[in-house]
């Protein structure tokens, strides 16, 4: 059983930052590839990024790389997104989860273990 909570999310200008973090119970998260995913308001969940267990590996979707950068700790057995250049269409609820297989994926039905979500919303 694995248990992931997130937090860092809050109200940012256009332009700001946000670092979330997603902290996890359980004893597969340092072998276990992780990813980040964001609903914003009447849209579906989407894929935003996705780290190997070893950290070595990231993945990004087109929206937001070269903004957001994905690490993890696995000592600390946390999952982090650091969000640059944030956008009012970056608004949404974002989920952390723990994907299935042994190589990180962007399909949401790969990811069997989910945060409750912290919302980020952009606005001025």
């Known amino acids: 059983q694995v248990q992931l909570v997130e937090s860092g999310g809050g109200l940012v200008q256009p332009g700001g930052s946000l670092r979330l973090s997603c902290a996890a119970s359980g004893r597969t998260f340092s072998n276990s590839p992780m990813g980040w995913f964001r609903q914003a308001p009447g849209k579906e969940r989407e894929f935003v990024s996705a780290i190997s267990w070893n950290g070595l590996s990231t993945y990004y979707s087109d929206s937001v790389k070269g903004r957001f950068t994905i690490s993890r700790d696995n000592a600390k057995s946390t999952l982090y997104l650091q969000m640059i250049g944030l956008q009012p269409e970056d608004t949404a609820v974002y989920y952390c989860?723990?994907?299935?297989?042994?190589?990180?994926?962007?399909?949401?039905?790969?990811?069997?273990?989910w945060g409750q979500g912290t919302q980020v919303t952009v606005s001025s």
């Open positions: 989860a723990r994907c299935r297989y042994a190589i990180a994926t962007t399909r949401m039905d790969d990811y069997d273990y």
